[in-house]
């Protein structure tokens, strides 16, 4: 009789689950994600390109405001269904946002091409540079690194002003209320040994 019981409760545990899982799949549906796909183009059939840091394969779906990266070796044609279609170029890195209607992209290098659109693919990059890409046209933009090795370096003072910020705070913290600690101690102290 108690297999019986335990047979029925699992089995209504597990409905419930089912229903629910499927309930928050509609729920999800409903609140309007629209998904795109990437494929990857290689020279290889191992050929990988990164979504928000996780390799993968060509005919993943993905979602708005995703980061693709791809390597030397790799290309991606992500498609958008009617919001557009991008091609990204090897060593490249992009971030896409995009809904039914619209599409936009933050490129932090490489370049991007604009394969199909009705209104246009918004394209920023990070030196600046803006414009709304139409189907057939491109933007890109070059590695701009400071190597530190050309006039002798510019980059030091970020680094001086990071550190010197780190130990303002280490100063204030281990100087403020001479660094006592109040941690109670006034309360009835209640033994099992009585």
Do not use: C, H
């Amino acid at each position: 009789m108690k297999a019986n019981l335990l047979i029925r409760k699992t089995i209504s545990l597990s409905l419930t689950v089912a229903i629910m899982a499927t309930y928050s799949m509609v729920t999800l549906a409903s609140n309007g994600k629209f998904a795109g796909e990437i494929r990857v183009v290689g020279s290889d059939q191992s050929a990988e390109v990164s979504v928000n840091g996780e390799s993968v394969k060509s005919n993943r779906s993905i979602f708005s405001s995703s980061t693709i990266v791809t390597p030397a070796n790799a290309s991606a044609v992500i498609d958008l269904g009617s919001s557009g279609k991008l091609a990204v170029a090897p060593s490249t890195v992009i971030r896409v946002t995009f809904d039914k209607d619209s599409a936009s992209a933050l490129l932090s290098s490489g370049n991007v091409t604009v394969l199909s659109t009705e209104n246009g693919v918004q394209v920023d990059s990070l030196d600046g540079t803006s414009a709304l890409l139409k189907a057939g046209e491109s933007s890109g933009t070059a590695a701009k690194q400071d190597d530190d090795d050309d006039n002798g370096g510019s980059a030091w003072w970020l680094w001086a002003l990071v550190l010197g910020g780190a130990a303002a705070g280490m100063i204030y913290v281990a100087t403020k209320d001479s660094n006592s600690a109040d941690l109670g101690g006034s309360g009835t102290v209640v033994s099992p040994t009585s």
